[in-house]
């Protein structure tokens, strides 16, 4: 699996604060809705493929990617629309939401992730009042992304260790016989994880003295 | 990302004494029912340290103990004079640990915001941090990845990421948990090198016995004890005496 968000240039977009872009990110979805037009859509769209292939200088692949993992829901919304109301309407909404998709994808690939957690950690500050440690928040944010990849990864090995006796990769079973085995190992790497951040300073508890170890 | 602890032990106010190097005294440790580790009495001050044995043996306890990961049950682990059981931070900016598998070591998705993880923890300045990330990624041949997905990583750039993200913590020992057991030969011999020159203090934990062969002291750990201690060839040599009468 490819989890490749960002994608390294020397660019202006690149340059701007992460929470710039969030904060355009997020008036670009209030505008789309308050300028409820096709031509207002259409405009969006030129402009955030112009921000992303122009000044950010990124791949089309990169936002390829991003609008075939949304086609069929563009299509539904399409035909859904057609059906209901008209075609027009359809084609306002699918726009709407590929020109959101798409300008999300700008800011992910032109923003590390660090600095997209440093956003977030930021935001999360005032919740210290409650309690919240935005840096936990932050971590596990970092952490999910990282091993989103790793765990499916995982998930391949043992499916491909269960076709190789003989069990069928696909279908309900091969779910259920994939999840057990998959969570074992989840687990052991969660440990393994916590033993690397405390080795590497985020301790925040004392060490644990109990876990089985050759 | 940084987490504090209370009354956690900053660095430069620690009352270490360098040249005390590892110590353990009377150490053991049991999971469970299970004893893992007993009368280890041992003091390391040589720069290169090699630990072999048997898989359950109770080595990577070994190692867990030399930087706080795991505390003993009984006895003292001392670090520079300090105790891993009440001063572990300051012990962990001593003791630099790097795991067997990189893939639970490295925590960032991007390979230079992961080498700077260990100096966010530390309190080290962004400008600091950028070129102490750059200086090991340069000297280590990961230059050209910095900004790449980790998990795109070949299993040896993996291995390479996680032992610059201890070096960049820089370290006055590091501790190594089997680091070559999922290389390759090519891989192997590359971490291998870069062990070998090494300024710090290491302790490594291995199988792979010609790593050894330049080393100053190798513990053969058997059933929890440490039942040679010696040069490698003879703690090599017998090694293989114990596993050839099993």
Redesign the interface.
Known sequence: MTLALYVPRASAVHRLPAGLKLLCLAVLAVALFALPTITAAGAALAGVLAVGLLVARLPVAVLARQARAVRWWLLALLVVHALTTDLLTGAHVALRLLTLVLAAAVVTATTRVSEMVAVVETVCAPLRLVGVRPARVGLAITLALRFIPVLTERADRIRAAQAARGGSPRGVRALRTTIAPLLVQVLQMAHDVSEALDARGADVEPPRAAWRRS | ???R?PGAVAAGTDTADPGRGLELRGVG?R??D?V?LEGIDVTLTEPRVGVIGA???????FA?LL?????P?QGQVLVDGLDTRTQ??AV??RV??V?Q?P????????VA?DV???LE??GVPADERAARVAEVLARHGLAGH??H????LSGGQKQLLAIA??LV?RPARIVFDEPTTLLDLVNARRVGDLIAGLEQQVVVVTHQLDLLHDFDRVLVVDGGRVVEDAGPGPAVAAYRTLMADR
């Not at chain 2, 898989?55 to 306890?61: I, P």
């Open positions: 990302m940084r987490f602890r440790h999971y469970g299970r893992v898989n359950g043996s109770g080595k990577s306890t867990r930087n706080g990961l795991v505390v049950d572990v931070r962990r900016r630099g640990f795991f598998d893939d639970a070591q490295i925590v960032h998705p991007t915001e700077g993880y260990g923890n530390q910095a900004d997905p980790a998990h795109l993200g201890v913590m």
